[in-house]
């Protein structure tokens, strides 16, 4: 526990989740790049070939392949077909889903001491309200899941999802946190004057938050729920 995260725990009033990463993990391996080879055999069937290697250093499968289209811009009816499509493998894959060690107790925990849980994803909201529902956890975000919906505007690094947080719990920017995973994440907390707690999963993602400016990097839930239970410091 660092001084650093305490004072993060301590400030936060709404807590901004990513989905896929912080709360659970989507998609396996394997999954993903099924999803993410026929989202660009749709794009090569529309005469758009080379969007993987478009995507650059993004690592998130499917939502890299869509980024790149959006980069593209191709007209807003093959859009909504790789949105639909793409929303429809990601309800699929909540049943296999594997929550984040910890996510659940945390989540849990931080309502109870009152702070308010929202969710900002690039992922279908009908997906991370199905997640949700299944883990028990619904009643925590109160409807406040804010995911894919508006294409071709609002993936990350857009803070168009995390804004709506913002104004639909009426939290100044200071009085929120985010918990990301990627540096799109932490990219869209910076333009919306958010904070925010870097969660990684291992080595490689602790560095990619670490290069892009992360001042604080957890490697688990773990300690976060730790310094979320430790009693205040007397004054």
């Known amino acids: 526990m660092t001084?650093?995260?305490?004072?993060?725990?301590?400030?936060a009033r709404v807590v901004v989740w990513d989905f896929d990463g912080p709360i659970c993990r989507l998609f396996a391996g394997r999954t993903a790049r099924r999803v993410a080879a026929e989202l660009t055999a749709v794009?090569?069937?529309?005469?758009?070939?080379?969007?993987?290697?478009?995507a650059g250093a993004e690592t998130d499968g499917p939502l890299a392949v869509l980024r790149a289209a959006h980069r593209r811009n191709p007209d807003a009816e093959l859009l909504a077909e790789l949105?639909?499509?793409?929303?429809?493998?990601?309800?699929?894959?909540?049943?296999?889903?594997l929550p984040t060690a910890y996510a659940d107790p945390l989540i849990r925990t931080w309502t109870a001491v009152g702070a308010r849980m929202a969710v900002a994803t690039d992922h279908?909201?009908?997906?991370?309200?199905?997640?949700?529902?299944?883990?028990?956890?619904?009643?925590?975000?109160a409807r406040r899941v804010y995911g894919r919906d508006r294409l071709p505007h609002g993936l990350k690094p857009d803070p168009y999802n995390l804004n709506r947080v913002l104004d639909g719990t009426g939290a100044a920017p200071d009085a929120a946190l985010v918990l990301g995973d990627s540096p799109l994440g932490l990219a869209a907390a910076r333009a919306a004057?958010?904070?925010?707690?870097?969660?990684a999963r291992g080595e490689d993602e602790e560095r990619r938050l670490r290069?892009?400016?992360?001042?604080?990097?957890?490697?688990?839930?773990?300690?976060?729920?730790a310094a979320l239970r430790a009693p205040a410091s007397p004054n």
């Open 124 to 141: 279908s909201p009908r997906a991370a309200g199905a997640y949700l529902a299944g883990r028990g956890l619904a009643e925590c975000f």
């Open 83 to 97: 949105e639909e499509l793409l929303a429809q493998e990601e309800l699929r894959a909540v049943s296999k889903a």
């Open 43 to 54: 794009l090569e069937r529309a005469g758009l070939s080379g969007l993987p290697a478009d």
């Open 193 to 199: 004057g958010v904070p925010f707690l870097g969660c």
């Open 211 to 225: 290069a892009a400016g992360a001042p604080v990097v957890v490697g688990s839930l773990e300690s976060v729920l």
């Open 3 to 11: 001084p650093e995260l305490t004072e993060l725990i301590a400030r």
